[in-house]
């Protein structure tokens, strides 16, 4: 009887396994955190945007929490002009946080370190901060990072993941954190430094301890340039938690090179691994090949390709159990002339404000 009960056993957990495709090593039954960068949410619904599902208003966050959305990300500039996107001052962010909390967002800050835009091919260093010296910028930059949390701590907004520096592969802060000189060399103890100070003053603000850390870099189609990046802020003992990638196609390449990238980086690091940041376009433009500009386009750019674009890049990611989260970027956007932001195509929203199939890629 014994016999025959083990053998029961066997069969059913050997049906149960072809009927579900059991495979240990390449199933992940791991779900993926899902957010939006809503920077610019505030600014287009203070221009007279209003956000539509099915022709009707609704509010921007409850369309996004409806489609499984569940992380605000929030950049921060030091001191903006406050025109057009360049408006994400402390005030504006908190605004932007506390009603993304009301609707059961965790938030997510992300640090420029700059008063407007900063990415791989611009990180200019506040005006507050320029003509200092090194040491003084880098004290500058411990009492913002942690003014900053304790200022959104105060407020009941305490962030729930922190980014320090955006999209900083080629550094943050010039001149005093670039990376890259002429001659090829690398100024990775300059960079790691300010790193260190900005990591520092988020765990000594007030309750900011337990904050996760990402680091991001803007190679999430280059191996050989993400394994540089993040193997040179090991070994500075740059403590964080998450690695952060961008990947835009027309950027940073193929499907391919993507997912080479993952399953390196999941097997060579400990840390968690972000899709940070990523978008496409949906209303018939594309970037044409250039010098900084790939021969890439994985889906047409219209609504029904964008929806494809996401869904693919979601079952890539669903492969890899240290890819935790994933990111859209800017899926908010309007065409509202008196806003002063530029309507790119790239959003989750047509023109007028109608949402598009996208919405649901990830749900």
Same mark, same amino acid.
């Given at each position: 009887?014994?016999?025959?009960?083990?053998?029961l +056993? +066997?069969?059913l957990?050997? #049906?149960?396994?072809?009927?579900?495709?059991?495979?240990?090593e390449?199933?992940?039954?791991?779900?993926?955190?899902?957010?939006?960068?809503?920077?610019?949410?505030?600014? *287009?619904?203070?221009?007279?945007?209003?956000?539509k =599902?099915?022709?009707?208003?609704?509010e921007?966050?409850? @369309?996004f929490k409806?489609?499984?959305?569940?992380w605000?990300?929030?950049r @921060?500039f030091?001191?903006?002009?406050m025109?057009?996107?360049?408006?994400?001052?402390?005030?504006?962010?908190?605004a932007l946080?506390? !009603?993304a909390?009301?609707?059961?967002?965790?938030?997510?800050?992300?640090?420029?370190?700059?008063?407007?835009?900063a990415d791989?091919?611009?990180?200019?260093?506040?005006e507050?901060w320029?003509?200092?010296?090194?040491?003084?910028v880098?004290?500058?930059?411990?009492? #913002?990072?942690?003014s900053?949390?304790e200022a *959104?701590?105060?407020?009941?907004?305490? $962030?729930?993941l922190? %980014?320090?520096?955006?999209?900083?592969?080629?550094g943050?802060i010039? $001149?005093?954190g670039?990376?890259?000189?002429?001659?090829?060399?690398?100024?990775?103890?300059?960079l790691?430094?300010?790193?260190k100070a900005?990591i520092?003053?988020?765990?000594?603000?007030?309750?900011?301890?337990? @904050?996760p850390?990402m =680091?991001?870099?803007?190679?999430?189609?280059?191996?050989?340039?993400?394994?540089?990046?993040?193997?040179n802020? /090991?070994?500075?003992?740059v403590?964080?938690?998450?690695?952060?990638?961008?990947?835009?196609?027309?950027?940073?390449g193929?499907?391919?090179?993507l997912?080479?990238n993952?399953?390196? /980086?999941?097997?060579?690091?400990e840390q968690?691994?972000?899709?940070?940041?990523t978008?496409?376009?949906a209303n018939?433009?594309? $970037?044409?090949?250039? &010098?900084?500009?790939l021969d890439?386009?994985?889906y047409?750019p219209? &609504?029904?390709? %964008?929806?494809?674009? *996401?869904?693919?890049?979601k079952?890539? /990611?669903?492969? #890899?159990?240290?890819?935790?989260?994933?990111?859209?970027? !800017? $899926?908010?956007g309007?065409?509202?002339p008196?806003?002063?932001?530029?309507? +790119?195509?790239?959003?989750?929203?047509?023109?007028?404000?109608?949402?598009l199939?996208? =919405?649901?890629?990830?749900?």
């Open positions: 009887m014994k016999r025959i009960f083990v053998g +056993i +066997i069969l957990t050997v #049906y149960s396994c072809a009927n579900k495709n059991c495979n240990d390449t199933e992940n039954t791991q779900k993926l955190e899902i957010g939006g960068d809503f920077s610019i949410m505030k600014k *287009m619904e203070d221009s007279g945007g209003i956000y =599902i099915d022709g009707q208003a609704k921007g966050y409850q @369309i409806d489609n499984g959305y569940t605000a990300r929030l @921060i030091h001191t903006p002009n025109e057009g996107p360049v408006c994400n001052s402390l005030d504006y962010t908190i946080a506390k !009603k909390k009301q609707f059961g967002f965790k938030i997510f800050l992300n640090f420029h370190y700059s008063d407007t835009w791989p091919g611009h990180q200019i260093a506040p507050a320029q003509n200092k010296s090194f040491e003084a880098t004290d500058s930059v411990y009492a #913002y990072s942690k900053i949390i *959104m701590e105060d407020v009941g907004v305490l $962030p729930d922190v %980014q320090v520096g955006n999209e900083i592969n080629n943050m010039w $001149p005093y670039k990376l890259w000189n002429d001659d090829g060399t690398a100024n990775w103890d300059n790691t430094t300010l790193v900005g520092r003053g988020v765990k000594e603000a007030k309750n900011g301890f337990d @904050i850390i =680091i991001h870099a803007a190679t999430g189609g280059d191996l050989v340039a993400s394994n540089n990046f993040y193997k802020f /090991l070994q500075r003992n403590e964080f938690d998450i690695i952060g990638l961008s990947y835009y196609p027309w950027w940073h193929t499907f391919d090179q997912e080479t993952l399953e390196y /980086l999941s097997g060579e690091y968690e691994i972000s899709l940070v940041e978008a496409y376009y018939g433009f594309y $970037p044409e090949p250039s &010098e900084w500009v890439i386009q994985p047409p219209t &609504e029904q390709g %964008q929806y494809n674009f *996401m869904v693919h890049l079952n890539i /990611l669903e492969k #890899y159990p240290k890819v935790t989260s994933l990111y859209y970027w !800017k $899926p908010d309007l065409d509202i008196d806003s002063g932001v530029h309507f +790119i195509g790239r959003s989750l929203f047509d023109r007028d404000g109608n949402v199939k996208g =919405i649901s890629a990830w749900k």
